[in-house]
C-alpha cells in the first residue's frame, strides 16, 4: 500500500523560499498513471490546492500561486518536492502532498492518498 | 476557476440521525469529477466518495453521494460517533481544482 510522507522545515523566516519534500514508499513514484499533488490547509480553515507533478515532469500550478511555485518529480529517490518562493505569514499553514490517478488525461482516483501533512510557519 | 460553496456550514445533529450536506459549483461540473472528503481534528483529509457517488475503498455504505450540473449531496444516513468531522467537496473537472470551504458536522 503506497504511503507518502512530507518533510521539511517547520519555520521559515518571511522572504525566503519554503523547501518540503514528499516520500512515496510502499510503490514507485514512476509506476503507472499518477499526478503528484501539493495542498495546503492553515490553521482552522479550508483546502487549497498548489499545484502537481507528472512522471514526464510536466507540472499544473493554481494560478493564484504560480508566481511562487516550483513542482518537481526524483523519480531516482521516489520523491517529489515543493518550493514557495518569497513567503508572507500568509503562506503558514499545513501542507500535504497526496496522490492522484488517472487515464489518458483523465482522472480517475482524486486525491488518494494524503500523507499526514507538515506545519510549516513562516515568521521571523 | 470553479468555486465551491458549501451549506450549511455548521450541522448539528445527534448520533443516529440522518446528515445532509450541500455543494454547489459555480458552473456546471461533469459528475465524474466530483469528490467528498472527511477530515477529522488533528488529521489530513480522507476520499470517501468519487465521481459524485462512489464509495472509496473501505467507506462504509451509510455514506452516500449524488447530484449533477451545479449541485451535489453528501448523505450519512446514520450518523456515527466518528462521522464528526469536517466534510469537503472537491471538483476535479476545471484547473485549477478547487475545494469547498467545509461543512462541520457537529454533535448536537
Known amino acids: 500500500q503506497v504511503q507518502l510522507q512530507e518533510s521539511g522545515p517547520g519555520l521559515v523566516k518571511p522572504s525566503q523560499t519554503l523547501s518540503l519534500t514528499c516520500t512515496v514508499s510502499?510503490?514507485?513514484?514512476?509506476?503507472?498513471?499518477?499526478?503528484w499533488n501539493w495542498i495546503r490547509q492553515p490553521a482552522g480553515k479550508g483546502l487549497e490546492w498548489i499545484g502537481r507533478?507528472?512522471?514526464?515532469?510536466?507540472?499544473d500550478y493554481n494560478p493564484s500561486l504560480k508566481s511562487q511555485v516550483t513542482i518537481s518529480i526524483d523519480t531516482s529517490k521516489n520523491q517529489f518536492s515543493l518550493k514557495l518562493s518569497s513567503v508572507t505569514a500568509a503562506d503558514t499553514a499545513t501542507y500535504y502532498c497526496?496522490?492522484?490517478?488517472?487515464?489518458?488525461?483523465?482522472?480517475?482516483?482524486?486525491?488518494?492518498?494524503w500523507g499526514q501533512g507538515t506545519l510549516v510557519t513562516v515568521s521571523s | 476557476e470553479i468555486v465551491m460553496t458549501q451549506s450549511p456550514a455548521t450541522l448539528s445533529l445527534s448520533p443516529g440521525e440522518r446528515a445532509t450536506l450541500s455543494c454547489r459549483a459555480s458552473?456546471?461540473?461533469?459528475?465524474?469529477?466530483l469528490s467528498w472528503y472527511q477530515q477529522r481534528p488533528g488529521q489530513a483529509p480522507r476520499l470517501l466518495i468519487y465521481?459524485?457517488?462512489t464509495r472509496a475503498t473501505g467507506i462504509p455504505a451509510r455514506f452516500s453521494g449524488s447530484g449533477s450540473g451545479t449541485d451535489f449531496t453528501l448523505t450519512i444516513s446514520s450518523l456515527q460517533p466518528e462521522d464528526f468531522a469536517v466534510y469537503y467537496c472537491?471538483?476535479?473537472?476545471?484547473?485549477?481544482?478547487?475545494f469547498g470551504q467545509g461543512t462541520k458536522v457537529e454533535i448536537k
Open positions: 458552473q456546471s461540473v461533469n459528475s465524474n469529477f
Open positions: 510502499g510503490g514507485s513514484i514512476s509506476s503507472g498513471n499518477y499526478y
Open positions: 507533478v507528472y512522471i514526464s515532469g510536466g507540472t
Open positions: 472537491q471538483q476535479d473537472y476545471n484547473l485549477p481544482l478547487t
Open positions: 497526496a496522490r492522484e490517478d488517472y487515464y489518458d488525461g483523465t482522472i480517475t482516483l482524486p486525491f488518494d492518498p
Open positions: 465521481g459524485t457517488s
